[in-house]
């Protein structure tokens, strides 16, 4: 007798054969189908062509070959338009051409004395560091050592002697030390040889009005990229002004007079013979080499006119959702580290001196005298530069002179780029004043001592004189606004004309693809599924026919 549970293979042993039958050769059509009413109905263009049975097969391939190249110029077009659109998310535009300079913040004006060393100070030093030398040499011996001090403000030239330096250097540390320092004080010791500013600031007006030129709000002595100097508004006491007050004009600016006397000379600063004017934001470190300030020199016998013009930068505060890496700027509230903030300021001038001195603490163990340590973290007893770290400081001085927030590559650059200095924390700030200067001198003779401001007696007695006028050019300056360029609303938009443009695209054509794709991807997952469930359950069934439990039903 022949066992039909197990060896028929008749489709009367298939459960619903016709069922299967139609599932296997129905889904290839069905999609097939399905394609061709979504080309026939879909909202973009011409896509139609490809099922239209009264176009010949010639014509549809030329439909498709314009379908390929409209969509290989659609990819060009949104390739240049996302490099050179969508990715440049900020853009700095005018806001203001008339901002009114009464609202510009006044700058900081460092006056440095060409001479550095004063001779009356160094003579009083010298004495006093005879009387401590054992050897007794007299005053002039060391009146020529003090002159070595005059080699930290040598920035390009090589020096030589440092053998001299590092003897001299031991003597000071021996006997020119308190009792109560650890180091020799090389800044207490600079500020005292420094000229002070009321042995060459005569006389000062401001806004048409005399005023004391050695209060609070005027001159202070502060530290400079050339040591000591004497800083106007270091507290940026002039940021708030009136109409009346706006500091525009050659006659209602700062004006100081100063003597040019080479009486007390002793060490030059430059190959000149005046002064050196840095004019900088008030929160900023005058120091050239960081940026952001800028220098004039004054002759003696002349009126010097600095004419100032003023670009305010603002940012937006849309900008704070992007991170400063990105956006290429810091907020005030924004900064790594406080001790980059002056008077609750940053400002990227700053982030570089304090980048420079950590390097030369890095490389020389010591401090720059004329660097503030507000600037410097872990400062705590680590000396200032003496003339024995001269040598160290020369070494380096290219790679403090050449400074990167960020490397590239540049053919013939390639030494800069690698010994540079590297200060990838130093970013621009997003709220920022930058200043422009124009000077033009002429003869003191032209110049006429109005309402008081020298006396007559005095211009006889002092015939070398300079006279230093710094106002703001004009009455308005730009006002400029760093904002988001492209939002999401931009970037939909001028996508959408280009695919619109190229092939009818739109928000209902996109639901009608999600929709088919959707639908084919539903059904390739319960076919799946279904795939995965029917082996264990024929299994189960053929046991259980295998064992008896289950009848047989052969279909007629």
């Known amino acids: 007798m022949v066992d039909i549970k197990s060896t028929s293979n008749a489709v009367w042993w298939i459960k619903n054969p016709s069922q299967q039958r139609r599932h296997s050769e129905s889904l290839g059509n069905k999609f097939a189908k399905d394609m061709t009413d979504l080309f026939r109905n879909i909202s973009l263009h011409a896509y139609n062509k490809f099922v239209d049975s009264g176009l010949l097969s010639c014509e549809k391939f030329i439909w498709l070959c314009v379908h390929v190249t409209i969509l290989c110029f659609m990819s060009v077009a949104l390739t240049y338009t996302w490099d050179q659109f969508v990715l440049q998310h900020f853009s700095i535009n005018l806001y203001d051409p008339l901002y009114p300079v009464q609202n510009v913040p006044f700058p900081a004006v460092s006056i440095c004395s060409n001479n550095r060393i004063s001779r009356k100070a160094a003579l009083q030093y010298a004495q006093e560091l005879s009387k401590l030398d054992p050897a007794k040499h007299s005053p002039d011996y060391y009146m020529e050592r003090i002159l070595y001090f005059n080699s930290f403000n040598y920035r390009h030239d090589r020096l030589e002697g440092h053998l001299d330096f590092r003897e001299f250097q031991k003597f000071l540390d021996h006997y020119g030390t308190s009792d109560n320092e650890t180091f020799y004080n090389m800044l207490k010791v600079m500020e005292r040889l420094t000229p002070k500013c009321e042995d060459f600031i005569l006389a000062c007006m401001l806004g048409a009005k005399r005023v004391n030129c050695f209060e609070e709000k005027t001159f ?123 008077n609750n300021k940053y400002s990227m001038s700053n982030c570089i001196t304090r980048c420079r001195a950590r390097s030369v603490m890095a490389l020389c163990n010591c401090i720059p005298f004329y660097t503030p340590l507000s600037l410097v973290d872990e400062s705590d007893g680590v000396p200032f530069c003496t003339l024995g770290n001269i040598e160290c400081m020369q070494q380096y001085k290219f790679k403090w002179r050449n400074v990167l927030t960020e490397r590239t590559q540049i053919d013939g650059l390639e030494r800069e780029r690698e010994e540079a200095l590297y200060c990838t924390e130093c970013l621009p700030s997003c709220k920022d004043v930058r200043y422009s200067v124009s000077a033009m001198a002429l003869p003191i003779d032209s110049y006429t001592f109005q309402k008081g401001l020298i006396d007559r007696g005095f211009q006889k007695n002092h015939t070398e004189l300079s006279v230093v006028r710094v106002f703001f050019d004009e009455t308005t300056s730009p006002y400029y606004m760093r904002i988001i360029t492209n939002s999401w609303v931009e970037s939909l938009s001028t996508v959408g004309n280009i695919v619109s443009i190229c092939m009818g695209f739109s928000m209902v054509a996109l639901l009608e693809i999600f929709y088919f794709v959707v639908k084919y991807l539903f059904i390739a997952l319960k076919r799946y599924v279904t795939q995965n469930a029917k082996p264990s359950k024929w299994r189960r069934r053929l046991s259980r026919l295998s064992n008896g439990n289950e009848p047989l039903y052969i279909c007629p």
């Open 220 to 342: 202070q002595t502060k530290l400079t990229m050339y040591g000591p100097c004497c800083m106007f508004n270091s507290n940026d006491s002039y940021r708030e002004r009136t109409y009346r007050t706006r500091f525009s004009g050659s006659g209602m600016g700062l004006i100081v007079v100063m003597n040019t006397s080479h009486a007390d000379d002793m060490a030059n600063l430059l190959s000149m013979d005046g002064y050196a004017v840095i004019i900088h934001a008030p929160n900023r470190f005058p120091e050239i080499s960081s940026g952001s300030s800028l220098e004039v020199f004054p002759n003696i016998n002349e009126e010097t006119f600095i004419a100032l013009k003023a670009r305010v930068l603002d940012g937006s505060d849309k900008l704070r959702s992007f991170a400063a890496s990105h956006r290429k700027c810091y907020f005030d509230d924004e900064v790594p580290l406080a001790n980059m903030l002056v």
